[in-house]
Nanobody, 116 residues
Framework: QLQLVESGGGLVQPGGSLRLSCAAS????????MAWYRQAPGKQRELVAS??????TNYADSVKGRFTISRDNAKNLSLQMNSLKPEDTAVYYC???????????WGPGTQVTVSS
């Protein structure tokens, strides 16, 4: 059974950068369109970026031009986040793009806090 574990979050000042990683165990993620989601306190989880198996990418307007999603093999997904803003503060999760099919079990997520 596929398990997803996110890492790389932390506290960063506005304008700073972070790189998030997602490691998949089990059967891996090749062939799936994968995505990064985030959930801020009191808000619904939202999809911020997705990448197909052919490496076609799609971004939410709120992160376009600042975030870059990538995948390097069957088991790893990344999100490079630049020019971070306080409104990017959230717990970030990786999973299958829900628009492409049933999602997997959620991992623990990784907290990103953007604050001076």
């Amino acid at each position: 059974q596929l398990q997803l574990v996110e890492s790389g979050g932390g506290l960063v000042q506005p304008g700073g950068s972070l790189r998030l990683s997602c490691a998949a165990s089990g059967s891996g993620i090749s062939g799936y369109t994968m995505a990064w989601y985030r959930q801020a306190p009191g808000k619904q989880r939202e999809l911020v970026a997705s990448i197909s198996s052919a490496r076609n990418t799609n971004y939410a307007d709120s992160v376009k031009g600042r975030f870059t999603i990538s995948r390097d093999n069957a088991k790893n997904l990344s999100l490079q986040m630049n020019s971070l803003k306080p409104e990017d503060t959230a717990v970030y999760y990786c999973n299958r793009d829900k628009r492409a099919g049933s999602i997997f079990a959620w991992g623990p997520g990784t907290q990103v806090t953007v604050s001076s």
